[in-house]
C-alpha cells in the first residue's frame, strides 16, 4: 500500500514538472493589444548628436531648429506628455521644451563624493518624478577607498533636483518604462524583462530571456536603443540571438508598454538588428544596422529589404501616418525611406555623428 502511495506521488510530481517545463509562453495577437487608433498630425523628429540636438520638420525632412549642447548623448527619450525631451549623457540629463524648442534644465546627478552612471530613465505623466537605473559609486572626503553600490532605481524629484530614494534593482538595466494602466509598477529590461513596484521596491521576473527556465535556450538581446513615442500603440519590440554556431537563430520581443506584458516570436531569418520598431498598424517590423529590414509581425518572416547607403545606423522611428521609415544617425545623417518598397527618398545632414532620435507628433 505504502509503495503504492509512493509510486502515485511520483507520477503526480513528474506530471506537474512536465506540465510546468512544457507550458508555452503566452503570445497575445497584436490586434489585442495595444492602442488601435495611435496619435498622428504634424511630425518632428528629435536627433541627439554630439554637441547638439537636431529637431527635423516630418514635411519637409530638413533641419529646422539646432540647440547647442556640451555632451554626447547616449540615452533619450520624450515625457509621456511630449513636453520635454530628455537627453542623457550617462553622468547628466538634459531637458529640451519641445514647445519653445529650447534647452531648458541640466540635472547634475553627479557630485565629488558621489559619481553616477545613468543607463535608462522614465519621466512620470505628471512630470514631477524620473526614475533613473544607474550605476553609482561613492567615496569618503580623503579616503582613498570607493564604495560600489549594487544596480539602483533612482527616484528623482524634477523640481528640487533631489533623490527621494532608490531601490536595488538587477544588473544590466538598460530601459525603464512607464505602464500606463498601472502607474504603481514600471517595466524594466536587463538580463530579464521586470517589473518592478515603486512604492516598495519588489522587483519580479516577467519574462525570461538570458536566463531561461530549464529547456530553453537564452534569448540575448539589445534594447539601447529605443525609439518609442508619445501617443503611440504603446508596443516595443526588440530583436533577440538565441542558439549558437550553426543553430543561430533570431526573434523578436515584444513589450506592451499599456498593460505591462512581454512575449517572443520567432523570426525566419537571420539579421542582425540595433533597433527594430513596430508599424502604427501592428502589421509589421522595421529593423535597422547594416540593412533596412521589413519584417511581416505576426509570422517573423522578411518581406523586404535594403541596403542602408550610409552605413551601420542605431536608431529607426516611423511617421506617425506609417509611410515612411527614418534611420540613424550613426554617422552625420539620417536617411528617411519609402515604408512601401523601402526605396531611399532622402538623406538629411546632420552636424556630428549620433546615435539616438525619436519621433514626436503634434
Keep these: 500500500m505504502k509503495i503504492r502511495i509512493i509510486v502515485s506521488v511520483l507520477v503526480f510530481i513528474c506530471a506537474m514538472m512536465a506540465a510546468s517545463c512544457g507550458k508555452e509562453e503566452k503570445r497575445p495577437s497584436l ?131 533631489k533623490v527621494i530614494k532608490s531601490f536595488e534593482i538587477p544588473y544590466m538595466v538598460n530601459q525603464v518604462m512607464n505602464i500606463k494602466n498601472d502607474p504603481d509598477h514600471l517595466l524594466l529590461t536587463g538580463y530579464d524583462i521586470y517589473k518592478i513596484n515603486v512604492k516598495t521596491g519588489k522587483v519580479e521576473v516577467i519574462l525570461n530571456m538570458f536566463n531561461p527556465k530549464a529547456g530553453d535556450d537564452p534569448k540575448n538581446y539589445l534594447a539601447g536603443f529605443h525609439g518609442i513615442s508619445p501617443g503611440d500603440h504603446g508596443i516595443s519590440v526588440f530583436e533577440y540571438i538565441t542558439g549558437e554556431g550553426l543553430s543561430l537563430s533570431v526573434g523578436y520581443l515584444f513589450i506592451d508598454r499599456n498593460d505591462g506584458q512581454a512575449w517572443t516570436l520567432p523570426g525566419k531569418d537571420l539579421w542582425f538588428a540595433y533597433s527594430n520598431i513596430l508599424s502604427p498598424d501592428k502589421k509589421y517590423i522595421f529593423s535597422v544596422m547594416d540593412e533596412v529590414i521589413k519584417i511581416d509581425a505576426a509570422t517573423g518572416k522578411t518581406i523586404s529589404f535594403v541596403e542602408t547607403e550610409t552605413g551601420t545606423n542605431y536608431s529607426i522611428v516611423l511617421s506617425s501616418d506609417g509611410k515612411k521609415v527614418y534611420v540613424g544617425p550613426g554617422g552625420p545623417d539620417i536617411s528617411v525611406y519609402d515604408a512601401e518598397n523601402l526605396t531611399l527618398l532622402k538623406v538629411i545632414p546632420l552636424d556630428a555623428d549620433g546615435a539616438v532620435m525619436h519621433r514626436l507628433t503634434i
Design 31 to 161: 490586434d489585442e493589444v495595444g492602442t488601435d487608433a495611435p496619435l498622428t498630425g504634424k511630425d518632428y523628429i528629435y536627433a541627439a548628436v554630439g554637441n547638439a540636438c537636431h529637431i527635423i520638420d516630418g514635411d519637409t525632412d530638413s533641419v529646422i531648429k539646432t540647440i547647442p549642447h556640451e555632451d554626447f548623448i547616449l540615452g533619450a527619450g520624450f515625457s509621456p506628455d511630449g513636453t520635454r525631451y530628455y537627453m542623457s549623457s550617462g553622468k547628466q540629463i538634459l531637458a529640451v521644451d519641445t514647445k519653445t524648442m529650447e534647452l531648458v534644465d541640466t540635472y547634475k546627478l553627479s557630485s565629488d563624493l558621489s559619481k553616477v552612471m545613468v543607463s535608462g530613465f522614465c519621466a512620470t505623466g505628471d512630470g514631477k518624478t524620473m526614475y533613473i537605473s544607474c550605476g553609482i559609486v561613492k567615496k569618503k572626503q580623503n579616503i582613498p577607498r570607493l564604495n560600489v553600490l549594487p544596480p539602483q532605481l533612482v527616484v528623482y524629484d524634477l523640481e528640487s533636483k
